[in-house]
């Protein structure tokens, strides 16, 4: 007759219950495997399979009782690494919608909006665009395989373990998020010149020729400068994704290390 004890139970329990926490404070606010368009049962779903995949190559887990005060500290803890490292991802695609926005600000699309399922909210057309193409390069790059590989890397990192955690990797994401800025105007960069040289042109002929609609004639100017830089410009955003994405993937590293006391 096998027997199990409740020290044995605690154990097994704890073998896949600390990193099912880990996994699915990041699956709820990662952009592309936790996409708010699927159904919650589908991300919990998955969750239970990655875990169940990673959990016997993982380091030991910690002898601690689930239900008790330690238990309760360290599953704060994970929920806390877990979210840190989706949130992470999340600024890159924060600054693809700000490119987005934008740029359709310029060219005049600021009005049209759609459901975003993502973000849950209305979202300009443009960023839209750039969120599901961003999406696309990054599937078809194995973005998402570098992402698992990433937050199982952070179990070596970052053990479970009733330690307190340190400061020092939610500095490294701050400092990093204040590049969101910056990175979403790069990205949108050759279509704002071009829109800038497109709206002095424009100025120009208004001068010139003051008895000219401009409105007639500026709207579907910027409009189709706008889209046809954009097609023009479209090749080299891949490797600008693939640039950002493997800062961010090494953000994730740099915060994990610095949450280890």
Avoid at 26 to 31: A, E, G, K, Y
Avoid at 87 to 114: D, H, K, N, P, Y
Avoid at 232 to 258: K, N, Q, T
């Amino acid at each position: 007759m096998i027997s199990v004890t409740s020290d044995q139970l605690n154990v097994w329990l704890a073998m896949f219950f600390w990193p099912l926490v880990r996994i699915l404070s990041w699956l709820s606010v990662d952009p592309m495997l936790g996409n708010r368009s699927a159904p919650a049962s589908i991300r919990v779903a998955f969750g239970f399979v990655l875990t169940l995949a990673v959990a016997p190559v993982l380091p030991e887990m910690p002898k601690v009782p689930l239900l008790s005060g330690e238990g309760v500290l360290l599953l704060g803890q994970q929920i806390v690494i877990g979210l840190s490292l989706g949130f992470v991802l999340r600024l890159v695609f924060a600054a693809i919608e700000f490119s987005g926005q934008f740029m359709g600000l310029q060219m005049g699309l600021s009005f049209a909006t759609l459901f975003d399922p993502v973000n849950g909210a209305q979202t300009p057309v443009l960023s839209q665009f750039m969120v599901l193409l961003t999406i696309l390069i990054l599937f078809a790059s194995n973005g998402h395989h570098q992402v698992v590989i990433a937050v199982v890397d952070s179990f070596k990192q970052v053990p479970v373990s009733a330690e307190p955690m340190s400061a020092r990797g939610f500095y490294s994401i701050l400092y990093w998020s204040a590049s969101l800025f910056s990175t979403g105007l790069q990205i949108a960069l050759p279509v704002s010149a071009a829109l800038l040289a497109s709206n002095l042109a424009i100025g120009m002929m208004s001068r010139a020729a003051p008895q000219l609609n401009i409105f007639a004639v500026g709207f579907p100017l910027t409009l189709a400068a706008g889209f046809f830089v954009l097609y023009m410009a479209i090749g080299y955003f891949p490797s600008m994704i693939e640039r950002v994405w493997g800062d961010a993937l090494g953000v994730m590293a740099a915060a994990s290390h610095g949450f280890v006391p």
